[in-house]
């Protein structure tokens, strides 16, 4: 398996079809492409802001446990996160296994009435364990989602904007951690947590009427069964990708689920500078995930073998720069998300690559990914906080993961390769036998007798008669 573009279907020229972008006008275009992105912006809102939502759930739902220990209600509550979580890893491969008959259009939009009603839930439940529930559900849809947008953005885009399509399809998701994270945390603030997930619901409301009014049909493709998809999860490549992203961005994790008492613990600075900090990590992940498109389309390869040795380099930075300084943790927040956002173009492009004609399925396992990333950092980093090493340990932690995802993606690359010589050096070997000329074979003039046949001895074949 290699990593080269695998060969697509020739474009569908009717009008109104995704996969005709000639076809649409480039306001039509845009316009679909921010509706899309819309979608990721309410679901990196939805999925991050919950975290600076924690104590505002645990005073609602958990007060009898707040007033008696409220480090232990505020890490009850943290369930709500760990269920979103895991509603990613269990709906991402569902739902595209579920959906492979339906058009694109047809899903994304009945995704995005999935993420509405799930988050307004998330606001309306009157008990905590309902409100778990309702995060669960809110994630869900959360994976299709991404991976359906994905591969609209990458056919609106046009040929050769795969990774283009990509990194514009994630775009909202970085934005939302840029803009969406702050102002739905400061509105939680004065009006509570209930009112910020009616304000996300609201958002993908309007993405679904946005979905509805500018994205292109585009009609199902035919002969595609649940059992065809499945057969995507054979491929053992599929399965090492899927570990780079556990594992290597667990490292980003394990620090940015920390990065509160990293801020005032590390770098000594007041609470009131999170805000900010977040906000320079989200223009770090704007910047790198553009970045990172563009790249995957130059070289899906290349990107990865000099995007980790960056991200792995920008922990260590932050290691050793963030020690009593502001604008060392800031500068090493920035370039650490950077670098992590490059790299998720490329590593979504190559399970859509590898998943071949169950395109839908490798798409939408890279968020599923990311989420086993999520819950293995924000563990192991939790853990040594926990055993008593401080808030400095998660970055040591990070630069591990992320050094171990680096030796996966290097070996999986050098196999890859070998694999291809090894396959090249074969063809040559009998490119002889399929293109050299016949042997020539001496014809005996007609005129000459024909022996006749004679029964086979014990030992020698039967005398061939010539000279026809």
Do not use: C
Request: charged letters at 10%; a positive charge.
């Amino acid at each position: 398996m290699t990593l080269s573009t695998a060969p697509r279907p020739a474009p569908d020229p009717r009008p109104g079809s995704a996969a005709a972008p000639d076809a649409l006008t480039g306001r039509r275009r845009t316009l679909a492409l921010l509706a899309i992105a819309l979608g990721g912006f309410g679901i990196g809102a939805s999925e991050f802001a919950t975290m600076g939502l924690l104590p505002g759930i645990a005073d609602g739902l958990l007060p009898e446990q707040m007033a008696a220990d409220p480090a232990a209600g505020t890490a009850r509550a943290g369930l709500a996160i760990t269920a979103y979580a895991l509603g990613v890893v269990v709906g991402a491969p569902v739902l595209a296994l579920l959906s492979v008959r339906w058009s694109r259009t047809t899903m994304i939009v009945a995704l995005a009435a999935a993420l509405a009603a799930g988050t307004v839930l998330s606001a309306l439940m009157p008990t905590f364990e309902l409100t778990v529930l309702a995060r669960f559900l809110a994630g869900v849809p959360h994976g299709a989602y991404f991976g359906v947008a994905s591969l609209l953005a990458a056919s609106l885009m046009g040929p050769g904007s795969q990774g283009k399509g990509v990194a514009l399809a994630l775009s909202g998701l970085t934005v939302a951690n840029l803009i969406g994270v702050p102002v739905m945390t400061a509105i939680g603030q004065v009006a509570g947590w209930r009112v910020v997930y009616l304000v996300i619901g609201a958002i993908f409301l309007a993405t679904v009427v946005a979905l509805r009014l500018t994205v292109p049909h585009e009609e199902p493709v035919p002969g595609r069964r649940a059992a065809d998809e499945i057969l995507a999860l054979r491929r053992l490549q599929l399965w090492i990708i899927m570990g780079v992203a556990a594992i290597g961005f667990a490292g980003g994790f394990a620090v940015f689920s920390y990065v509160a008492d990293i801020t005032t613990s590390v770098a000594g600075a007041p609470a009131t500078v999170v805000p900010w900090v977040l906000a320079v990590a989200g223009l770090g992940m704007t910047i790198g995930n553009l970045v990172g498109g563009a790249a995957t389309d130059r070289s899906l390869p290349a990107t990865l073998m000099i995007g980790f040795p960056i991200y792995v380099a920008a922990l260590v930075g932050l290691l050793l720069g963030s020690e009593g300084s502001l604008l060392g943790l800031m500068i090493g927040f920035f370039v650490v998300n950077a670098a992590s956002s490059a790299l998720s173009p490329a590593i979504q492009t190559w399970l859509i690559r590898v998943a071949h004609r169950s395109e839908v399925l490798g798409a939408s396992l890279n968020q599923a990914a990311f989420n086993v990333a999520n819950a293995i950092g924000a563990a192991l980093g939790g853990a040594v906080i926990a055993a008593g090493f401080g808030f400095r340990a998660p970055m040591v932690v990070a630069i591990v993961l992320a050094s171990l995802g680096f030796a996966m993606v290097a070996a999986t690359l050098l196999g890859l390769r070998i694999r291809s010589r090894r396959t090249l050096s074969v063809l040559r070997d009998h490119e002889s036998t399929i293109t050299g000329s016949l042997p020539a074979i001496e014809v005996v003039p007609t005129t000459a007798p024909i022996p006749a046949l004679t029964a086979p001895t014990a030992t020698g074949p039967i005398p061939v008669p010539v000279g026809v």
